[in-house]
């Protein structure tokens, strides 16, 4: 099972919007509405930010939103916020009793 | 409230075994499946398998099979992994995580485990 595409970084400033992608296959992807996506921090455990592909837990900002289209997915952070400089992973069900994360995006608030 | 807690840091010796649990509670242990995770310095997340607390059944990707045991106790509502044959690329932060149904997401997360494999 191949990792999850995401870019490697990507930023904004304080303020603005930035969209993180994740392209995985018809198999994980855009088989299946369980797509995620986790804050990461330095040094700290990830954090469940968007559960099946546009869903908020209690207590994450609707700042955050997430999307799907086809075999991508894309992670949306509005009004960007120093707070939010981090790492950001997807996961997706890949079937088959399957689970795969994307390789990691970094986002740097300017 | 849900609480996952981990045990300690550990160094191994290549080729030994190294062990972790996950010590639960504020949540019926046996009603949510638990995922094992793993990250490498600076690298990303990646999936080591999942265990069902209440019968025990275990499912884990191919490249860990045969190296990678996971088990539970209900009467301490404690998951462990246990990963054999280290190499040094198992040096990684080893986490255990909820889910909240089979599918995901990972909603609960332990605080990780670094275990470092050299000589």
């Known amino acids: 099972q191949s990792a999850l595409t995401q870019p490697p970084s990507a930023s904004g400033s304080p303020g603005q919007s930035v969209t993180i992608s994740c392209t995985g296959t018809?198999?994980?992807?855009?088989?299946?509405?369980?797509v995620s996506w986790y804050q990461q921090h330095p040094g700290k455990a990830p954090k469940l930010m968007i559960y099946e592909v546009s869903k908020r837990p209690s207590g994450v900002p609707d700042r955050f939103s997430g999307s799907k289209s086809g075999n991508t997915a894309s992670l949306t952070v509005s009004g960007l916020q120093t707070d939010d400089e981090a790492d950001y992973y997807c996961?997706?069900?890949?079937?088959?009793?399957?689970?795969?994360f994307g390789g990691g995006t970094k986002l740097t608030v300017l | 409230q849900v609480q996952l807690v981990q045990s300690g840091t550990e160094v191994k010796k290549p080729g030994a075994s190294v062990k972790v649990s996950c010590k639960t509670s504020g949540y019926t242990f046996t009603g949510y499946y638990m995922h094992w995770v793993r990250q490498a310095p600076g690298q990303g997340l990646e999936w080591m398998g999942i265990i069902n607390p209440s019968g025990g059944s275990t499912t884990s990707p191919q490249k860990f099979q045969g190296r990678v045991t996971m088990t539970r106790d209900t009467s301490t509502s404690t998951v462990y992994m246990e990963l054999s044959s280290l190499r040094s690329e198992d040096t990684a932060v080893y986490y255990c995580?909820?889910?909240?149904?089979?599918?995901?997401?990972?909603?609960?997360w332990g605080q990780g485990t670094l275990v470092t494999v050299s000589s």
């Open positions: 996961s997706s069900y890949a079937g088959s009793n399957n689970w795969v």
């Open positions: 995580a909820r889910v909240l149904t089979y599918f995901g997401p990972f909603d609960y």
């Open positions: 018809s198999s994980d992807v855009g088989g299946y509405t369980y």
